[in-house]
């Protein structure tokens, strides 16, 4: 039997806080257009 192992990598998208320099803590932000276009999904 062969074992092994799946890493996966998540990357959170551009919002107008982050480009603002401001903490969202435990508000949920929408993605800016850049976050929009910047998306990528693979399978």
Do not use: P, Q
Not at 29 to 38: A, F, P, Q, T, Y
Request: hydrophobic share 35%.
């Amino acid at each position: 039997m062969n074992k092994f192992t799946i890493i996966n990598t998540v990357r959170y998208g551009e919002t107008d806080y982050n480009r603002n320099k401001r903490y969202a803590g435990t508000i949920d932000v929408s993605l800016n257009e850049v976050g929009i276009r910047d998306t990528v999904v693979a399978n």
